[in-house]
């Protein structure tokens, strides 16, 4: 039997291993992915990495973003837009909730956000809204919300939905972040057939936005076989989740697995390994990883204060 705290340290850390795991193959394609038994956190001897200068174990824009949220979240008790904004922005200039303050990865639609809410631009009206700008920059970061969360189901779905709309405004990546949410909340409550209460109470939640159910249905179609490649748009990266998280037991299984989809490794690794440490507790992940994670002392508070709020 996993308990709810075990389940809570799992995603955050899952998230976080995931993450790190997933930055020396970042931008490779699936052929170009070592042998599974070879994916660590240090690459087969000869592996061109990516992000070279980065030590092994070191999480990247992901990891970071997450963490402000969280530490936002812990400050204030709700959301506020204006001060995960203001964390945002201390992340990119100064690295703030970044190992050693590099940073080292920042995505297209992220950058252009922040460079908006540098000019005073209220946060909820700073990210990109069109279709084009559905990255999966704000469902990386996300679970710490559904974390954290006690409200109702709408009240989570809205602030998912918001916390997206600071860097991305396009109703698809609100929806996306809010589904998963939802689905993080059921494997939570240790529902039976977590995606689908998700999707129903989703659909429930949005029944009187008939813009925001045609999104849901006919382009983040939650009913569709859940097939993906692992690249950085918004419905993919929470497609290619899903699937190897039905795959896939154990939770280096699921993360190998996320990685050898190829393409955007990190974040693939981190939607997925969250989920996969949230289902199976923090004991599911090995040791070597979470021994060889940098950034405890950026993690371990934030942890404490959530653990003792849950």
């Known amino acids: 039997m996993v308990s709810k705290q075990e389940r809570i340290a799992g995603g955050l850390i899952g998230l976080l291993v995931g993450d790190a795991l997933g930055v020396p193959y970042e931008f490779h394609a699936p052929q170009e992915i070592p042998a599974i038994s070879e994916i660590e956190f240090t690459p087969p001897l000869g592996y061109s990495r990516s992000h070279a200068q980065v030590p092994p174990g070191t999480w990247s824009d992901d990891g970071a973003q997450a963490l402000c949220l969280l530490a936002s979240l812990l400050q204030y008790g709700h959301f506020d837009p204006e001060d995960f904004g203001r964390r945002l922005l201390n992340w990119y200039d100064w690295g703030y909730m970044a190992v050693d303050g590099l ?8 950058g252009q956000a922040i460079r908006v809410l540098r000019t005073g631009t209220p946060a909820l009206q700073a990210g990109l809204t069109a279709e084009s700008a559905n990255g999966n920059g704000s469902l990386m ?43 993080a909340r059921a494997i939570l409550q240790e529902c039976l057939n977590p995606w689908d209460d998700a999707v129903q109470n989703l659909r429930q939640t949005l029944a009187n936005d008939a813009a925001a159910i045609g999104e849901l249905e006919f382009f983040i179609r939650p009913d569709a076989p859940p097939e993906g490649k692992g690249s950085g748009y918004v419905v993919d990266c929470l497609r290619s989740a899903r699937m190897v998280l039905l795959k896939e037991n154990g939770y280096e299984q699921v993360v190998k697995a996320s990685i050898q989809l190829g ?48």
């Open 103 to 110: 940073v080292f990865d920042v995505g297209i639609q992220t």
């Open 263 to 310: 393409n955007d490794t990190d974040t693939t690794a981190c939607v997925a390994g969250g989920m996969a440490g949230l289902r199976e507790g923090i004991s599911a992940i090995p040791s070597r990883w979470r021994d060889g994670l940098r950034g405890n002392e950026l993690l371990e508070p934030l942890l404490e204060k959530l653990l003792s709020s849950s």
């Open 141 to 183: 970061r996300v679970l710490p919300l559904a974390l954290w969360h006690k409200g109702t189901d709408a009240e989570l779905v809205a602030d998912a939905r918001a916390q997206s709309q600071v860097t991305h405004g396009h109703l698809r990546s609100q929806l996306c972040c809010a589904l998963y949410c939802l689905w």
